[in-house]
Nanobody, 124 residues
């Protein structure tokens, strides 16, 4: 059973933009870190971006750096991933993730709450 819920996926043309949203039924700000991962067909799940609620700091994988922004709307209690200048390599299932426990790694190995994923398809 998914513990987080994504929305905002869909199909978009190359060069376009998309914003993904993630809701945590619990307290989204209490997580140590919040992250986005993605999994392309036939490939393993990879990390995309991380947001640290306590500091507001962010990190990105090189493949999306400069084109993506991860943010937390504390009023709406939603995590967002804004992606611009999309290309076919961005086609994947996108997953919202959280590490509940303080400290440790925010890589896939350290995540203990996942969404069920949402599809993003970029067409040329």
């Amino acid at each position: 059973q998914a513990q987080l819920e994504e929305s905002g996926g869909g199909s978009v043309q190359a060069g376009g933009s998309l914003r993904l949203s993630c809701v945590d039924p619990g307290s989204i700000e209490s997580n140590y870190c919040l992250a986005w991962f993605r999994q392309a067909p036939g490939r393993e799940r990879v990390w995309v971006a991380t947001f640290y609620p306590a500091t507001g700091s962010t990190t990105y994988t090189a493949a999306v750096k400069g084109r993506a922004t991860v943010s937390l709307d504390r009023t709406e209690k939603k995590l967002y991933l804004q992606m611009n200048d999309l290309n076919s390599d961005d086609t994947a299932m996108y997953y919202c993730a959280a590490r509940r426990s303080r400290g440790g790694t925010c890589s896939a190995a350290g995540i203990n709450a996942w969404g069920q994923g949402i599809q993003v398809t970029v067409s040329s």
